[in-house]
């Protein structure tokens, strides 16, 4: 396959999942109550980042994208961590020695305990007080080392993970709440690019998206495939394309300040969903189930590709995380070859996509699910799997027979 020339090829992790959670996180508190398995060490990443990017590096990997988690350099509020703020830039430096431009996300779903117990993103003074100094104080701290930025991870998924019955703290189900914190992120993240844009890097969204097909052509299921679509799709679309932030059981929100406020037009991708008579279903129907429970289905990838093309033409795209958890190394292979040829394909049809990260270098904590499902290319005794091999060869450019050579990788 041909790329354009400057094409990004990155990883992306979290610090919660890599490092496991900060103590004075509410994702550590929602562990030490039993609501989540223990995070621990992560995988290891707080000792082994140098020796990560160097793998990364020699996978023709040069992008990285990590979270600096606000409860470790802001534990308590106003009160900054020396020791955590030299330690995230030891890690930024060491990407950097390695040839591994860092990207930075500031909230990847966990937040400081103080900030939680104040309402989190419930509260409009917290997002426009402690969430924009904290916004100013990274930009202001790790700014000279940073490459680029990805402010909020899965904008669009916050709320339903902590408001909408998922099981996320602070565990709440209240689709009033939801929608308040679903409006609240979003000028969140967007807020926060207008700001770190001054930095002089681009700025890259992360919505988590994922296409969706009607089964049949019933009543209930166009109203819901229609509902999910304007949960989902459009309140991030119509804020960066319109100005205006349209969030289901809220007044729409004029600001036209922060229209077009991403360089690069961001998501993750990892399935498809379906809707059969009204209700989600698997997509392709029969298609194998991923651990996590979604239809394993790498085409959909150009089904999003060609949604934003159409809706946001002449913004750039970027894959912002693609993988699959399995513990079969053969169909993370498969279905990361077929998600790059498909991305390739939508390229040579016009479709302007500027890079992929993969989800993940090494394999990490998965949340509730701890660390039973693997999506690393990467083991975590940092053994690289043979799947490795389909990235190395796109991003170098080698031959298939070249590509054989990542055996010596393998410690």
């Not at 109550?33 to 223990?38: E, S």
């Not at 930009?139 to 902590?162: C, I, M, R, S």
């Not at 190395?392 to 080698?398: N, V």
Request: net charge negative; hydrophobic share 40%; glycine share 12%.
């Amino acid at each position: 396959m041909r790329w354009p020339d400057g094409f990004l090829w990155g990883t992306g992790a979290s610090s919660t999942q890599s490092e496991g959670a900060a103590p004075a996180s509410d994702w550590m508190e929602w562990e030490r109550d039993g609501h989540a398995p223990v995070s621990g060490p992560g995988n290891g990443f707080a000792e082994r980042y140098a020796e990560d990017f160097r793998v990364y590096a020699s996978l023709g990997l040069l992008h990285h994208r990590l979270s600096i988690e606000w409860a470790r350099v802001e534990p308590a509020e106003g009160e900054h961590d020396a020791a955590a703020v030299a330690h995230y830039r030891a890690v930024l430096e060491a990407a950097r020695d390695a040839g591994v431009v860092p990207w930075v996300c500031l909230h990847h779903f966990t937040l400081p305990r103080w900030f939680a117990g104040r309402g989190g993103f419930l509260v409009e003074k917290n997002r426009t007080g402690a969430w924009a100094r904290h916004v100013e104080f990274v930009a202001e701290t790790f700014g000279d080392l940073v490459g680029g930025w990805k402010p909020v991870n899965e904008t669009n998924y916050y709320a339903v993970a902590a408001y909408g019955g998922r099981g996320w703290p602070p565990g709440h189900d209240d689709p009033a709440e939801a929608a308040i914190v679903h409006e609240a992120i979003h000028l969140a993240t967007s807020e926060a690019a207008a700001r770190l844009r001054q930095t002089g890097v681009p700025v890259a969204s992360i919505f988590g998206l994922s296409p969706v097909v009607r089964h049949d052509d019933t009543a209930a299921t166009t109203s819901f495939a229609k509902l999910l679509y304007e949960h989902l799709w459009s309140p991030g679309i119509e804020l960066f394309r319109d100005g205006v932030l349209r969030v289901s059981g809220r007044e729409p929100v004029e600001r036209p300040d922060l229209a077009g406020v991403f360089d690069l037009f961001g998501f993750s991708y990892y399935t498809a969903m379906g809707v059969a008579e009204g209700r989600l279903a698997t997509h392709p129907p029969g298609a194998p189930v991923s651990p996590l429970g979604y239809g394993i289905w790498a085409d959909g990838v150009g089904l999003v590709l060609d949604r934003l093309h159409a809706e946001l033409p002449d913004t750039p795209l970027l894959v912002a995380e693609y993988g699959i958890g399995t513990d079969d190394d053969a169909v993370r292979a498969a279905y990361l070859g077929r998600g790059l040829q498909v991305i390739n394909d939508a390229i040579a049809r016009g479709v302007d996509v500027r890079g992929f990260f993969h989800w993940t270098g090494v394999d990490n904590y998965e949340w509730l699910h701890g660390y039973d499902v693997r999506f690393g290319i990467v083991d975590r005794d940092r053994r690289i799997r043979a799947s490795a091999a389909v990235l190395r060869r796109e991003a170098l450019g080698e031959t298939l027979g070249e590509t054989l050579g990542v055996e010596q990788y393998r410690s």
